[in-house]
């Protein structure tokens, strides 16, 4: 990507000098020519420039990332995701497979993709089978992990609605932060709140300001991503999952969805995707 980069970056120099030349041919206006080398200089960059001083403006006025307490056994989780939206039926095994361990975290609650809530409980001792596969995590080991996460599924789902739900001990949700009409040209913002029912304090925030590829340096590799991937400031990952300060089950890497989020809001906006 950078030599193909690199080429439309010369080829372009090469147009601009040319472009420069020929005003200086045929005028002597010193303001021409210095209007001339502003516009070359600003149309690859005119989006750095804007990009970076939005960035700045919104990451002085965004609420810093903090954590004021770890949870180690939270037992009951109400996961609440309005960005994709909501968690699809495999998005729900992922998290079975990955946080509900049955030790630290015996109930968790979803939002689904069709606004619905779905929960799930176990205890620890449906894991136990996986312990002589635990040494060498081949085929055999991820087969049985789904089964046992589909099983749980099956066995334990109850489907409410946000009003009926039961009452978890800790809730997260993952929005997305709308900004004003110019700077979501250049910038995308999605906010994590973690938040203790028993008292409705906040205990974890974090922010993210992410933005575009610049013009100059577009998505050639894949081409179905809507940000860059490091942001301009936040933490870099959604959800921070050190909040809860146990070791996942992390059965599948700790993943929350199938598709990442990146290329989600790449076919929900670019493409137009529902």
Known sequence: ?????????????????????ITKRFSEKKWLHRAVLAIIFLIPTYDIIITNTLGAYHCLTTPSTYISKKVEYPESIYWEDNVYPGFSKEDRK??????????????????????????YETNASVWEELKPLEKDRGQPYYDRVNAIAQNI?????QIYTKETMPKMNYTVTFDEVKLNQLSSKFLYSDETKIIDNQTGETIAYNRRVMHFFYNAFPDLVQGDKYYWKEPVCGYKYPNFDEMFNYKRANHRGGIKHIDGLNTTLYNKYIKGEK
């Open 1 to 21: 990507m950078g030599m193909l980069i690199g080429f439309f970056l010369l080829i372009y120099t090469l147009v601009a000098m040319g472009v420069y030349k």
């Open 94 to 119: 992922l998290m079975v497979m990955n946080y509900l361990d049955g030790i630290h975290l015996k109930t968790m609650a979803l939002n689904g993709e069709d606004g619905k809530i779905y929960t």
């Open 153 to 157: 599924m099956e066995t334990s789902e």
